[in-house]
């Protein structure tokens, strides 16, 4: 039962307050990608073991979506951020790197 | 026998009986009993049957650890199967059975299987019953799952009440022994907030009972005084009855109190499950001792020696008079002494070491006149239902038998095992410790927390310390670390200075005798409950079962309800020694929550009967419960289906609502549909993206009928869209949209366009919303309106703001019937009124309120597609044929991309049709129609299938839609639907709208 | 007016607390820019009263203002004046992008009153939320859940909190308060 | 290796089992095999034992990271049932029940397969039409089940609570022929069938590595070395994802962790298998008493083999509601596993990017039930290149859109 702590409204919360919503940062591909493109899109999750940045929403709460930087094996939590963004904080990528030197996730690290 | 002592018990109350019945016999004990003190007190050794081989079974542990003493507790609604007597506490009227056996306890015909026993061993079934093959089905298999379980199954309705409880501390102690006790002072010390749970009613665990003096005074005074000190801080929560039951992620625990169980007649839960969040956890949890294995150790009688000194210290029980103590370690001599000092005869203890000088315990046992033999061990135990004696052997040898020495109790003692299993429960690694024989917590490898942080630390003999002064110097030491760690610091709490007794050290002994032979090792039980001997886990090792897990499996060791907690070490012990390896190469297995077993109807909480979820009620839902509705759940709102009238079946009832509606006037809470505002600059531009079809260019007082995809390209919702104003749209949903297409909207607002200028709120439970439906429906409405609603002032698909009833509505003139239909949305608080004024308006034209039934039949008349019905998660709106509500204008909108792919292309895919039966009669829902051949599997072949199918009361034959293989172009062609019963239905492709197909009933 | 009934209409049950359904309650959603000043200033005007911060809920003119989330207020007014409020924010944002709904129709309220610790301990059989007087003062506002729903806490005061949720589950939320509050099981964890 | 049979079992016993062999061998491994199979699970070594069988492949390793059967295999609630509804997957879990049918006498090991019939609930009217279209689809595909109304329900599930205010049972699709079995027997069963035929089972094994030249797989690299490789199928469910990484491509799969608990045994109470989609529980009682008892998965990725408490609370109180009974037993154990799950939730039993390397993944919450038929496809697949069973369970269909939804038919993948 994991906590997380929303940056949206600042609450610190149990689990079941939020909502998973998979790997974070995919770049959306429309009419006229092509099917590599596409598929990739919908389909192609990293699935690490280990950091995974992705989405969460707030949906017992203030109902906002935000990304976590989770460790899928220790499930630790290195940081949290709003949504509004194509890639993580640097303040989050040093926590992560803090940790585990060396990391890399799609083309973050 | 065993017996109640003159004196003694410091648990009793010997002021307060208590009657109770064991198997239908009244028996008496005291208030501070438990089941077990008080069976014994009775000389009721004698408590269960084990699983396998129905031995019979007494008690032998005095705490959570017993696998044996369990029973069904209670009767009729009150019933519970499988209560540890030892852990149950005694109260007045409390009746109890025992288990596994029939037709008695004392006389089980089960107990056959331990004549069988020799071809019972581990693994058998897996090697037998293979051969005939029917006869596993049919008369084997049968048999075995007869033989199995327990206790009996409840078989009423459990009436007591439960709930949770949410608690966050900054240090959680799970254990109230002195470790417990003192950690939990450490830490409150610093000011920390700190939560300290102990399963039993008391407090200081069994260092009571083991004694020992603590800044000069007896143990159980410095006890009390903690107790005391600790009940005074306004930091501090004690909270006794309450189990540690399981630990898990981010300093998640529960605790399972039990409040009402000894109390049953109280008000109040029954249990209380707690949900704890703690910075940080302590595990006290202390130690469990290890049985040892020789022959005939699991006969009524030989029991663990700390047991034995409990029973006689806490409740003044003697479990006989004549005990004979083995083990191999010092403590076990405590409880020859105890026995001694009580007036009873120990007439030996046998201790399997050779020490080379006398320790203090062994000095003070000789100087009580108790004889030792040092070097010696029990060669088999002798006895049926209750020890009559044991064969004395050397434990160097293979078993000759020395000397044999009647007694009537074993105490045994093997050793002390850590209790790791809350530490273990979230990822704490542990070490094996040489000189203990026992696995510990690795401290540099424990549970990490949602920062990475340790989050558990062992203390006490949980973590291995086993002497008074080092678990108080350990406990001290974990509280204030653990408050450290939850960011408290300070308090300075000091061990308190401990009497320290001189232990020899222990040895270890896995097998008894040494050299015990086959036969021996064929009668050394390891687990009691499962029936597993040495020579099970041996086979196991032998056979190649060699991972620790496999030999578990295999054996069924550690599998009973006690969780291995006696068997697990000495089981892995012997496999190790099978194998040739050392210990800690074997490894554990996996402990899980939770510690003991916890009631479903705890973890259940408060979510049973009518809380059991959500009802969702709209604001006519008492009426719709007053008025004989027949309701169907969608999503978590229950709907009326139908009305029913005394009389009526389902069928007739639905029929009536379809044929009044058509005929005069119909009505519908349509309540539950979503609502969903969405306004802002780019709300059109935002629709356009949502919904396959134009939005943007909807007129601000008109409605268009929207369908909405995923980015897969499935369909995912439909509704009626009407613009408010320029910059706002009000979306309707289906039912079970609202909370997903709301979700929906934000999401890709909030995570893809979130520059774009658009808000959205779910206004669904604001309005009540009501369709009049019907050939009369305007003239009812004008009855309440002095507004205009003809069809010029709102013509079909339009909408407008009108004052009905006096009570402001919004008409939205719409039609899922194909009926002359008008939506009105009032606020909630209104709805009532309105559907009461409605119902007096529209007497005079027959009006009837119908369920989701007859307007599911209405709209399928009309070939109107219904979300879940026509549409599976797998259908585009192309396989409806809804083009037309496809924007070829529009470069982009979600499913636009995935629409292009080649499967979702092929001309191929099935479409939606009209299906007319050929007899007139109804097609089965979810029928096939079949093509010829078969596919590479065998399977055959088919060409469409049905997707809605009624009988249409209005038309008064069956009628249905259908998704078929080029469907639009095979109009006239008869496919064959085969029913459930092998018979074929047979239906003719037709346009899906059978009635009005010009649409001259709505347009009017 | 007379027409309108609230999901329980003013429903109650009294057990070691006693819970009421506090029965129509005008509420207003509104969304926009919080930090932008057209939009503070139309609410200032609107509402008087300090704007919450987050997680919190302020005293307004005629009733309470609670941060929603970062973009989101309810106006809490008198049911009768729920509408005029409405048309007054709206009309101050002018052409500011803002949503502003009345909302009060969708919602109930619930006040559980009694001892302090008690109410907070009723309300924490339900909510995973830290409810204890240390760290859940008046003057917070949390959004949650209760047991299966959503559902948004404060306490007005000493032994008073207010629960609101949506309409629809009322009578859920009234089944899990009075449960809570049941004679005998009283908790005393936070007392 | 020696027959197991009632006679052998009473000669041992008579000379106190001396006499048992190894079940399974524990070889070296050697420098190159024809076959390796990553994962000695009950898929993988399936998939070995069918290349011996029905291919006469031999020369197969199956290497294993921990112990055989130890991954979900080892931590299933044994449901064994094939009324799906879509054709291909009707088709390969058919294959399977019907192998299981005859798995003991084909292993020569008990593997307890108890046909004691399986229903779903249907519990709300889309549940009806869903479950009386997969009835349908049934009855064409070859698999026998049937739709039936609340009052048989009752009768061949006495404890249920076919009233329940809530979610009132409407009616049930009840596949007779559906059931249980041992599931760590299963795995043993195979393993040793498959070392009685030669082949190595290497515990205790870990790849670490994927070798490949000009874009064919050439063998593996693992914490015993580099072992060689004409075919390589990697079946390690959760896992899979991590594998394939190591061969440069990435699979449209997502690990999450699914969770089970148990009862303390009782007397026989319930003699089938009953699942409750719309309120998410399952229950059987096993050959020991225990209710078990299957829950629902995380909704994140996760590699702990634990889950969430609240998921637990979440099934147990819809089996209080379907069960009273329930209300009065004990959770005995919890435990999780980590299972891997797809865009459309069935399956991948297919090629990859790297020629003669294969994976067979994906089966989410419901592998154990396809163990054999999940062998017997992929076996041929592996060695012929191409499998009916499989056919429709390619990577390609996530390009083309062809998903093979069993969720449509408002069921789910248990």
């Known amino acids: 039962m994991l906590i997380l702590t929303c940056p949206c409204c600042g609450v610190t919360g149990e689990e079941t307050e939020f909502h998973g919503g998979g790997e974070a940062h995919l770049k959306r591909f429309g009419p006229g990608s092509t099917d590599e493109a596409f598929h990739d899109y919908l389909f192609s999750k990293v699935n690490p073991k280990g950091v995974h940045l992705e989405r969460w929403r707030h949906n017992n709460g203030c109902g906002k979506w935000f990304h976590a930087a989770r460790d899928t094996v220790t499930l630790e939590i290195y940081g949290t951020y709003p949504a509004q963004t194509t890639e993580p904080p640097q303040s989050v990528k040093d926590a992560i790197t803090a940790k585990r030197p060396g990391w890399s996730w799609r083309e973050f690290a | ?1004 | 007016m007379s027409n309108s009934v609230s999901a329980l209409n003013g429903a109650s049950a009294t057990g070691f607390a006693t819970v009421r359904d506090m029965g129509l309650q005008g509420m207003i959603t509104v969304r926009g820019d919080l930090s932008a000043t057209a939009v503070k200033q139309a609410l200032a005007s609107a509402l008087g009263g300090e704007m919450p911060g987050a997680g919190h809920i302020n005293p307004s003119d005629s009733g309470h203002t609670a941060w929603m989330s970062p973009d989101e207020l309810m106006v809490l007014v008198p049911y009768a004046s729920a509408d005029a409020k409405l048309a007054e924010i709206t009309d101050g944002m002018g052409d500011t992008h803002h949503m502003a709904v009345n909302v009060s129709d969708a919602r109930c309220m619930f006040a559980v009153s009694g001892d302090d610790a008690l109410v907070r301990e009723a309300l924490a059989k339900l909510m995973p939320v830290d409810l204890s007087s240390a760290a859940f003062k008046p003057g917070q506002f949390r959004r949650s859940r209760m047991a299966q729903v959503p559902a948004a806490v404060w306490m007005a005061g000493p032994g008073e909190a207010r629960i609101v949720c949506f309409r629809s589950v009322a009578q859920y939320v009234f089944d899990l308060l009075k449960g809570a509050t049941a004679p005998g099981s009283e908790v005393r964890y936070m007392a | 290796m020696k027959r197991y049979s009632a006679f052998a079992v009473a000669r041992e016993a008579l000379r106190n089992n001396t006499g048992w062999e190894r079940a399974w061998a524990s070889p070296e491994p050697r420098k190159k095999y024809d076959v390796i199979i990553v994962g000695a699970g009950g898929h993988g070594l399936a998939t070995a034992y069918y290349l011996g069988k029905n291919f006469g492949i031999t020369n197969v390793a199956v290497l294993e990271k921990g112990w055989l059967g130890g991954g979900n295999t080892g931590r299933n609630t044994t449901i064994i049932r094939s009324n799906y509804l879509q054709d291909a997957s009707a088709a390969i879990y058919e294959k399977a029940r019907s192998l299981y049918e005859g798995l003991s006498q084909d292993l020569n090991y008990n593997i307890m397969f108890s046909p004691r019939g399986v229903m779903m609930l249907a519990q709300t009217q889309g549940e009806v039409r869903g479950f009386e279209r997969t009835a349908h689809a049934n009855m064409l595909q070859g698999v026998k089940t049937e739709f039936i109304g609340p009052e048989r329900v009752k009768q061949l599930v006495p404890i249920i609570n076919i009233n329940g205010p809530r979610y009132p049972v409407l009616g049930a699709i009840w596949q007779a022929r559906a059931g249980t079995a041992r599931h760590d027997a299963v795995a043993w069963g195979y393993a040793r069938a498959c070392s009685d035929m030669g082949m190595h089972i290497i515990q205790k094994c870990e790849v670490t590595g994927i070798e490949q030249s000009g874009g064919k797989v050439t063998g593996v690299n693992t914490t015993r070395g580099s072992i060689g490789c004409d075919k390589l199928g990697v079946v390690v469910a959760g896992h899979s994802g991590h594998v394939a990484d190591m061969a440069g491509f990435r699979l449209p799969i997502e690990s999450v962790s699914l969770q089970a608990l148990v009862s303390e045994p009782i007397k026989p109470c319930m003699d089938v298998v009953v699942m409750a989609n719309t309120v998410h529980g399952y229950m059987s009682q096993s050959d020991k008493g225990e209710m078990v008892i299957g829950g629902g998965t995380d909704g994140y990725n996760n590699y702990t083999q634990r889950g969430a408490f609240h998921h637990i609370e979440e099934t147990v109180r819809a089996l209080v509601e379907t069960f009273p009974m329930v209300a009065r037993l004990k959770m005995l154990r919890q435990w999780g596993g980590i299972v891997d799950v797809t865009g459309d939730r069935s399956p991948i039993l297919s090629k990859t990017p790297v020629e003669n390397m294969f994976v067979n993944c994906g089966w989410g919450t419901g592998g154990f039930k396809a163990i054999p038929g999940s062998g017997w496809g992929f076996a041929e697949l592996m060695a012929k290149g191409h499998s009916p069973l499989t056919e429709a369970f390619g990577l390609n269909r996530f390009y083309e859109g062809r998903f093979i939804d069993e969720s449509v038919a408002a069921g789910v993948a248990h």
């Open chain 2, 1 to 1004: 026998m065993s017996t109640r002592l003159a004196n003694g018990g410091r648990l009793l109350d010997r002021g307060r009986k208590v009657d109770f019945t064991f198997n239908g016999k009244r028996l008496r004990g005291y208030a501070g009993d438990t089941i077990a003190s008080a069976l014994l007190a009775n000389d009721q050794m004698l408590v269960g049957r084990s699983f396998k081989y129905h031995r019979p079974r007494g008690v032998v542990a005095s705490g959570a650890e017993e696998p044996n003493g369990l029973v069904g507790m209670g009767t009729g609604a009150d019933f519970e199967p499988n209560q540890r007597v030892t852990t149950t506490e005694l109260f007045d009227g409390l009746t109890c059975t025992s288990q596994n056996h029939w037709p008695s306890l004392d006389f089980d015909v089960g107990a056959i299987n331990t004549k069988l026993a020799r071809f019972l061993f581990a693994g058998f079934y897996y090697k037998m019953f293979i051969h005939p093959r029917p006869f596993w089905k049919h008369v084997y298999e049968p048999i075995i799952r007869k033989s199995a379980g327990l206790g009996k199954a409840p078989d009423q309705r459990d009436t007591d009440t439960y709930e949770h409880f949410y608690a966050f501390c900054d240090v959680l102690v799970i254990g109230g022994g002195i470790a417990g006790l003192q950690a939990a002072r450490s830490a409150a010390a610093t000011g920390a907030k700190v939560m300290l749970i102990e399963q039993t009613a008391h407090w200081g665990g069994r260092a009571p009972v083991d004694g020992g003096t603590v800044g000069g005074q007896p143990v159980d005074k410095f006890v009390d005084d903690l107790v005391a000190e600790l009940s005074a801080m306004d930091n501090v929560t004690m909270r006794n009855r309450t189990m540690g039951a399981g630990v898990y992620d981010h300093g998640y625990a529960l605790g399972y109190e039990r409040v009402g169980d000894h109390q049953p007649a109280a008000k109040g839960p029954r249990h209380r499950l707690w949900r704890i969040r703690a910075a940080q956890i302590v595990t006290a949890t202390g130690a469990i001792e290890r049985p040892l294995s020789f022959a005939g150790n699991d006969i009524p009688g030989v029991m663990l020696a700390s047991a034995v000194r409990d029973y006689v210290v806490d409740y003044g029980v003697s479990i006989g008079d004549r005990t004979v103590v083995v083990t191999n370690n010092d403590d076990a001599y405590r409880t020859a002494i105890t026995l001694k000092k009580n007036g009873l005869d120990v007439p030996a203890i046998l201790d399997a070491r050779v020490p080379t000088q006398d320790s203090p315990l062994m000095a003070e046992a000789k100087s009580l006149g108790i004889r030792v033999l040092m070097g010696h061990g029990i060669s088999s135990v002798q006895g049926v239902k209750r020890v009559t004696g044991v064969g004395v052997c050397s434990q160097a040898g293979e078993g000759a038998v020395l000397e044999e020495i009647a007694c009537d109790v074993v105490a045994m003692s093997g050793g002390w095992s850590p209790v790791v299993h809350l530490w273990s429960h979230c990822g704490g690694k542990l070490i094996w410790d040489e000189t203990t024989a026992a696995f510990r917590p690795d401290v540099d490898k424990a549970p990490t927390g949602a920062k990475g942080e340790a989050f558990v630390t062992p203390a006490g003999a949980a973590n291995g310390a086993l002497s008074l002064g080092d678990v108080l110097s350990d406990a001290t030491t974990a509280g204030a670390s653990a408050a450290k760690a939850a960011g408290h610091s300070g308090g300075d709490v000091t061990a308190p200075e401990a009497e320290q007794i001189d232990e020899a050290p222990m040895a270890q002994v896995w097998m008894m005798p040494h050299g015990a032979g086959i036969k021996k090792r064929q009668k050394a039980w390891l687990d009691y409950q499962n029936d597993v001997k040495v020579s099970d886990i041996q086979l196991a090792a032998q056979e190649g079962y060699e991972s620790v897990e496999h030999a578990k499996r295999y054996t069924t060791l550690g599998m009973a309800t006690d969780q291995g907690k006696l068997s697990n070490i000495n089981g892995l012990a012997i496999l190790s020694d099978a194998l040739g390896q050392p210990i800690p190469q074997t490894g554990t297995t996996t402990f899980r929550p939770p510690y003991t077993p916890i009631s479903m109807a705890s973890i259940t909480g408060e979510a049973r009967d009518e809380r059991f979820m959500p009802i969702r009620q709209t604001p006519m839902y008492q009426w719709h419960v007053d008025n004989g509705a027949f309701f169907e759940p969608v999503g978590q709102w229950r709907r009326p289906y139908t009305y029913q009238k005394p009389g009526e079946s389902i069928e007739q009832s639905v029929s009536r609502e379809v044929k009044a509606t058509r005929a005069s006037l119909g009505m519908l809470d349509a309540s539950t549909l979503g609502k969903l505002v969405v306004t802002g600059k780019d709300a059109g531009k935002f629709l356009d993206m949502l919904y396959t079809n134009m939005m943007s260019t909807l007129k601000p007082g008109h409605c268009r009928y929207g369908l909405m995809c995923g980015e897969n390209g499935f369909l995912i919702d439909d509704g009626v869209v009407a613009r408010i104003d320029d910059n706002t749209f009000l979306c309707h949903t289906t039912t079970g949209g609202a909370e997903s297409i709301h979700g929906h909207m934000e999401e890709w607002l909030q995570t893809e366009w979130w520059d774009w200028e658009v808000y959205v709120a779910n206004l669904t439970e604001q309005y009540a919303q009501i369709a009049v439906v019907g050939p009369q429906a305007r003239a009812t409405l004008e009855k309440l309106t002095g507004d205009d609603i003809s069809g010029d002032a709102l013509p079909f698909m339009a909408w407008k703001d009108i004052t009905l009833a006096g009570i402001q509505a919004r008409a939205y003139r719409i039609s899922f019937s194909g009926e002359l239909s008008y939506e009105i949305a009032v606020k909630a608080s209104e709805g009532r009124a309105l559907w009461d004024a409605l119902l007096a308006a529209g007497q005079t034209a027959n009006i009837t309120p119908y369920g989701t039934e007859a307007l599911h039949i209405m709209r399928a008349e009309k070939g109107f597609i219904m979300m879940g019905d026509e549409t599976d998660g797998t259908v585009i709106p192309q396989d409806l044929g809804l083009h037309w509500a496809i924007s070829k204008k529009k470069e982009d909108y979600i499913g636009k991309r995935a629409q292009a792919r080649s499967h979702v292309t092929d001309p191929r895919r099935w479409q939606l049709v009209g299906l007319e039966t050929v007899d007139g009669g109804v097609l089965p829902d979810g029928a096939y129609a079949t093509a010829e051949g078969k596919n590479a599997n065998g399977q055959r072949e088919t060409q469409g299938r049905v997707t809605s199918t009624y009988h249409s009361p209005t038309l008064e034959r069956g009628i249905a839609m259908g998704l078929v293989l080029n469907g639009p172009d095979r109009m006239g062609e008869v496919l064959e639907f085969p029913r459930l019963d092998g018979t074929i239905m047979r239906a003719k492709i037709v346009d899906p709208v059978f009635f009005d197909k010009d649409g001259e009933k709505q347009n009017v």
